[in-house]
């Protein structure tokens, strides 16, 4: 299984972006999928999650401004950030829960600035 993450870039503070990540290969049942965000020195932390049964989490830094979706076939994630804030500026990586095994991809530059 390969994750392809994509839709990071500059972004003024106020502004959006939409996160992309599509996952390839021999994909089973995926039990959950998420993103995640890390800043140099600082732990990768929980930015979005979403269970197979419909259940969403958020990041409290977030909740109101980020909303993360699937598409129909459960193989691509989606984040879209709107209001974002210079804090928000981080590498941005996606996660899926295949068959209770983790995949990652390969994490995608989001910066917030003027």
């Known amino acids: 299984v390969q994750l392809q993450a994509s839709g990071g870039g500059l972004v003024q503070p106020g502004g959006s972006l939409r996160l992309s990540c599509a996952a390839s290969g021999n994909i089973g049942k995926v039990n959950a999928m998420g993103w995640y965000r890390q800043v140099p020195e600082k732990q990768r932390e929980l930015v979005a999650h979403s269970i197979s049964g419909g259940a969403k989490n958020y990041a409290d830094s977030v909740k109101g401004r980020f909303t993360i979706s699937t598409n129909n076939f459960k193989n691509s994630v989606f984040l879209q950030m709107d209001s974002l804030k210079p804090e928000d500026t981080a590498v941005y990586y996606c996660?899926?829960?295949?068959?209770?095994?983790?995949?990652w991809g390969q994490g995608t530059q989001v910066t917030v600035s003027s």
């Open positions: 996660y899926f829960n295949i068959l209770d095994m983790g995949y």
